[in-house]
């Protein structure tokens, strides 16, 4: 029996909806991984010190163990170092290979490899609702649009799981880090595209902003999520140079310490102020919304974009008040990844949405 249109597009954004939801989880098990120190849980990928599957205890691994996973690892670097040779970074494949953290072998701890382990089983669930998404576009390609965009973020996906192999390879390595976590975001905005063409997103009260504006506060929140990954890396390189607190006392601040953020650079200073900058638009375009439009009722409001993309940056200014004032806390620091990434999702539907609209007035 043939499928009606309906309820071929009805199943397409359901996986779709399953992919993009399954792709936003990594976002809060990536940071859960970056908050606990998970990321070099398991030191070799796909599998985790050799199984399909973290042992339990340390007892269940050669007891040369540590030697052979980084001798693994080391050829790995080699391998991408040559890679980024002949692509003319001969620099950064340097700076790679004479990294001493690189050479640094990781003890077993079995918390820790379960976390990172779980984060790569939620990697392998998105990449099968993306096939099956990319299976059913196929099938049925003349019926479904975006198609384009389908493609797009399951060669953004697949380029990421082997990324996530080169995180591990390097041990955490400033920069490719962030692009991983880049690449995800990337890989989400295509499928929300890709779902988008097939059946339009549709929000209301958006009209005090056409679809230019809503794309460049878009790429503002976009361009301040990836400073602030940028940022935790360098939190990290501080951690490490024994400079991450006020005047290196831990207990600065009601004996939790305090992050010293005068030694950060500029660009922690843009991840720190602009949100600022959009919060006072997003109130001032508050201010100017039509009178008669303005509902009094909670629940009014949460269907207008403006306060929820307010309500949004109030929280994730607090998160950040918290990371400066007992330095990035683990559940602080999981709940800024999560809150961020689902302010610069929703902008980014309203955009599409409004997108949407102008085309159909024009």
Same mark, same amino acid.
């Given at each position: ?9 009805k199943l397409y ?7 993009? #939801? ?13 908050? *606990?120190? &998970? ?5 070799? /990928?796909?599998?985790?010190?050799? %199984? ?7 007892? !269940? ?8 996973? =980084?001798?693994?690892? =080391?050829?790995?670097?080699?391998? @991408? ?5 002949? =692509? ?6 340097? +700076?790679?290979?004479?990294?001493? &953290? ?38 049925? +390609?003349?019926?479904?649009?975006? !198609? ?6 399951? @060669?953004?996906? %697949? ?10 390879? *390097? ?22 595209? #890709?779902?988008?063409?097939? !059946? &339009?997103?549709?929000?209301?009260? *958006?009209?005090?902003?056409? #679809?230019? !504006?809503?794309?460049?506060?878009w790429v503002a929140? @976009? ?19 024994? *400079? ?22 500029? =660009?922690?200073?843009?991840? +720190? ?10 109130? /001032? ?14 629940? &009014?409001?949460? +269907? ?20 400066? /004032?007992?330095?990035?806390?683990? /559940? ?15 902008? @980014?539907?309203?955009?599409? #949405? ?9």
């Open positions: 029996m043939q499928r009606s249109n309906d309820s071929i597009l954004r359901r996986i779709g909806f399953l992919t993009c #939801s399954s792709v936003f989880l990594l976002f809060f098990l990536g940071g859960l991984v970056r908050a *606990t120190g &998970s990321g070099m849980g398991c030191p070799d /990928w796909p599998k985790c010190f050799g %199984l399909w599957a973290p042992p339990n205890c340390e007892c !269940k691994l050669p007891a040369n163990y540590q030697e052979i996973y =980084l001798q693994k690892r =080391l050829q790995k670097v080699e391998r @991408f170092a040559k890679v980024l040779n002949g =692509l003319g970074f001969d620099s950064a494949a340097k +700076r790679l290979l004479n990294d001493p &953290s690189i050479k640094a072998p990781e003890v077993f701890h079995p918390v820790k490899a379960w976390i990172e382990y779980i984060n790569r089983l939620f990697g392998v669930l998105s990449g099968l609702f993306a096939l099956i998404y990319f299976g059913i576009m196929l099938r049925y +390609r003349k019926t479904i649009n975006g !198609k384009r965009w389908a493609l797009l973020g399951l @060669f953004f996906l %697949l380029l990421n799981g082997w990324l996530g192999s080169l995180v591990v390879a *390097t041990n955490l390595l400033p920069g490719v880090v962030t692009l991983h976590f880049l690449l995800s975001f990337l890989c989400l905005f295509a499928y929300m595209v #890709s779902m988008h063409r097939a !059946k &339009s997103f549709s929000f209301q009260h *958006t009209d005090i902003l056409n #679809s230019r !504006k809503w794309f460049g506060l929140v @976009f361009a301040v999520l990836i400073l602030g990954a940028w940022t935790r890396e360098q939190v990290d390189q501080m951690r490490l140079a024994g *400079t991450l607190y006020v005047d290196g006392d831990e207990t600065a601040f009601l004996g939790f310490g305090m992050l010293d953020i005068f030694v950060m650079d500029w =660009l922690f200073s843009l991840h +720190r102020y602009v949100p600022f900058v959009i919060l006072g638009w997003m109130l /001032w375009l508050i201010g100017k919304e039509p009178k008669a439009a303005l509902e009094p009722e909670f629940k &009014s409001k949460l +269907r207008r974009p403006l306060w929820v993309i307010s309500m949004i940056c109030i929280v994730q200014i607090a998160l950040g008040v918290v990371h400066i /004032w007992f330095v990035i806390p683990s /559940w602080a620091q999981v709940s800024h990844v999560v809150v961020g990434s689902g302010l610069i999702s929703y902008i @980014f539907a309203v955009y599409l #949405s409004t997108l949407s609209k102008e085309l159909k007035n024009s």
